[in-house]
C-alpha cells in the first residue's frame, strides 16, 4: 500500500514475460479469475503469448490486450501507488479519482504544518502555479487553480461582457457544471442558447462536429443572430465522445467566437498541449483522472496571443476573487497581467489542497503524460472492441474507430432487449447488481441522455478506465456484464 516507486519508462517489460500479479487481491477475486480461465501463471500466459505473436488472425482486441499486456510490468508499479479497497474496482474516475499514497502524504503533512504554525492561505500559489504549467503546454500566468470544474465553467462563462442577443452555440449533452452558468448568463444578460442535437455512437467521426457546429453557425448567422461563442465538452461526459478539439478550433477561428471548453475528464486522462490547442477557456477537474484532493480543478485561460489562436482576447471580468486588475488584456504575446492568479487568488485558500495537487501531477508529469493517455485509451479500445464483439457494435454509444474522438470512457446498452436502456430503472439496477452481485465489485455508473430519433431519454452505461486498471479488468468486467445482462432478459 505504501510503495513510493517509481517506475520509469525503462521499465517495459517483454510480452512473454508477463504474468499477472494476483498477490494483493481477495480469494473472491482470484476465484473468480480461476472461474474464467485465467490465473497467475501458465493459463494466464497462453492468450497473451498468442496476442504478441504475429499472427493473422489476430483480432483488434486481441492485438488491443497484447499492447496492454507488454506493459504489465510497469502499470503493476502504478498500481501499488494507490490505497485503493481492492474488494471493489473502481470504474467511475469520471466522478472520482482517489489520491495515491503520496498525494495523501502531502495532503497530512501540509494540514498539519498549517495547524502547527497557524499558516494562511492567503496567496495566488503562483509557485505551485509555476510547476504544474509546463505538463499542460502552457505558463503560469495561463493556468489557475479553481474549486473544480464546475467552478471554472462559473469563471469562465460569468466572466465574459456578455450583450443581450448573444448566441452560445453548445450541445445537448453537456453537464450542469457549464449548462448553470449559461443559464444565468441567459438570465442575467439575456444571452441566447443554440443546442446542436449530439450524434451517438460508432457512426461519426471528427468532421462530423465540424460540420455540425459550421453549419449551425452559418445558419444563425444568415437568420441575423450574433454567434458569440462556442461552447462544448471534450468527452462529455454522457457518451465519452471527445469531441475534437484541435479541429473545432477551427471553427471558432473561422467565425471568429469565444472558446470555452468544458475538459472536466482531460486534466490526468490526456496529454493535451493547451498553448497548442488555443481555446480561450479549458475548465476541467482535478479530483477525477488526476487524482489530485477534492475541491480541486484546473483552469486554463488563454492569456496572450499564441500562433496557436490568433484572435483578440475575449473582454472579461473575475466574478470571484480578491485580486483585480484593471489593465486590459493583451493585444500580443506577452500577458499584461497575471489572469491565473487573479481566479486562483479569492481570500484564504486551503493551501496543502493544492500543494497535493500539484503533486499529483507531478507524479503523472514523471511517469509520462502521453504514455498515461496512451494506456487510458488503450484499456477503453479495448472494452470497446469487446462490447462490439459481445453486443454488437451498435450497443456502443462511444465512437470507437475514430482515433481522435476516442476517451478512456466507455458507454454503451448493456441489455439483451434493446429497447431496456431506455427504462431508468433496469439501468440504475444494471449499475447496483454490478457491485453487489460480483467479486470484484465493479463501481461503474449510467447516464440518461437524449438519442437522435429515439422515443424516450437512453440510460446508458459508463465505464472509466484508468491507469489503476489492466486488461483482466476489462476482462472480468465484460464476463461480469454479459453475464448479467443475460440474468436481466
Ligand atoms: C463534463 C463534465 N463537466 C462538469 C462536471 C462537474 O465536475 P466537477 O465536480 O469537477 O465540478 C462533470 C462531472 O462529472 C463532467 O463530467
Given amino acids: ?22 498477490s494483493r487481491w481477495t480469494s473472491k477475486r ?12 501458465a493459463a494466464t500466459l497462453g492468450p497473451m503469448l498468442a496476442a504478441c505473436g504475429s499472427s493473422n488472425a489476430q483480432s483488434t482486441s486481441e492485438a488491443l490486450r497484447a499492447q496492454l499486456v507488454q506493459d504489465a510490468g510497469f502499470w503493476s508499479g502504478v498500481q501499488g501507488m494507490f490505497v485503493l479497497n481492492l474488494a471493489k474496482t473502481f470504474m467511475n474516475i469520471g466522478t472520482a479519482g482517489s489520491m495515491p499514497s503520496t498525494v495523501l502524504d502531502v495532503f497530512a503533512t501540509q494540514n498539519r504544518a498549517k495547524a502547527v504554525d497557524c499558516l494562511n492561505g492567503y ?31 462559473c469563471h469562465a462563462i460569468l466572466g465574459i461582457d456578455w450583450a443581450p442577443g448573444d448566441v452560445v452555440v453548445t450541445t445537448n449533452h453537456e453537464h450542469g457544471g457549464g449548462d448553470t ?15 446542436i442535437a449530439m450524434p451517438v455512437g460508432n457512426n461519426q467521426t471528427a468532421a462530423t462536429y465540424v460540420s455540425l457546429f459550421d453549419e449551425r453557425i452559418r445558419a444563425l448567422k444568415a437568420q441575423g443572430k450574433r454567434v458569440r461563442a462556442m461552447m462544448w465538452s471534450s468527452p462529455t461526459y454522457k457518451t465519452g465522445t471527445m469531441l475534437p478539439i484541435a479541429d473545432l478550433m477551427t471553427v471558432v477561428k473561422a467565425h471568429q467566437l469565444i472558446s ?23 475548465s476541467g477537474a482535478g479530483h477525477k483522472w488526476q487524482c489530485g484532493p477534492g475541491s480541486t480543478g484546473i483552469l486554463i485561460v488563454r492569456n496572450k496571443i499564441r500562433a496557436s489562436n490568433p484572435l483578440p482576447l475575449p473582454k472579461w471580468f473575475p466574478i470571484h476573487t480578491s485580486s483585480y486588475s484593471q489593465l486590459e488584456r493583451t493585444t500580443n504575446g506577452t500577458e499584461t497581467y497575471d489572469i491565473a492568479a487573479t481566479i486562483t487568488s479569492c481570500g484564504s485558500v486551503h493551501t496543502p ?5 500539484v503533486q499529483a501531477c507531478k507524479m503523472w508529469d514523471e511517469i509520462g503524460r502521453k504514455k498515461i493517455e496512451t494506456y487510458d485509451i488503450t484499456l477503453a479500445s479495448y472494452l ?26 466507455t458507454s454503451f446498452n448493456p441489455f439483451q432487449n434493446k429497447a431496456d436502456v431506455m427504462n431508468s430503472q433496469k439501468s440504475s439496477s444494471f449499475v447496483a447488481r454490478l457491485a453487489a452481485e460480483y467479486p470484484q465489485g465493479f463501481v461503474i455508473r449510467n447516464s440518461n441522455f437524449p438519442v437522435i430519433g429515439a422515443a424516450a431519454e437512453h440510460y446508458g452505461v459508463r465505464v472509466s478506465t484508468h491507469l489503476w486498471h489492466d486488461a483482466t479488468d476489462v476482462d472480468l468486467l465484460v464476463e461480469a456484464m454479459w453475464d448479467l445482462s443475460k440474468k436481466m432478459a
Avoid at 7 to 13: K, L, Q, R
Avoid at 142 to 151: D, Q
Fill in 30 to 41: 482470484r476465484d473468480f479469475l480461476r472461474m474464467l480461465g485465467y490465473g497467475a501463471g
Fill in 260 to 282: 470555452i471548453v468544458d475538459g472536466a475528464h482531460l486534466p490526468g486522462m490526456m496529454a493535451y498541449n493547451y498553448g497548442d490547442l488555443g481555446m480561450d477557456f479549458m
Fill in 181 to 195: 452558468p449559461l443559464k444565468i448568463a441567459t438570465d442575467r444578460y439575456g444571452i441566447e442558447v443554440s443546442r
Fill in 123 to 153: 496567496s495566488n500559489l503562483l509557485d505551485l502555479r509555476k510547476a504544474a504549467a509546463p505538463g499542460f503546454g502552457v505558463d503560469a500566468d495561463e493556468l489557475a487553480f479553481s474549486a473544480n470544474t464546475s467552478s471554472g465553467m
Fill in 1 to 22: 500500500m505504501n510503495q513510493t516507486i517509481t517506475p520509469s519508462a525503462g521499465d517495459v517489460e517483454l510480452c512473454a514475460q508477463e504474468t499477472l500479479d494476483t
Fill in 353 to 357: 489542497m493544492f500543494m497535493s495537487l
Fill in 384 to 409: 470497446k472492441e469487446k462490447v462490439a464483439e459481445r453486443w454488437g457494435v451498435d450497443a456502443l454509444y462511444s465512437p470507437k474507430d475514430d482515433p481522435k474522438l476516442l476517451s478512456a470512457l
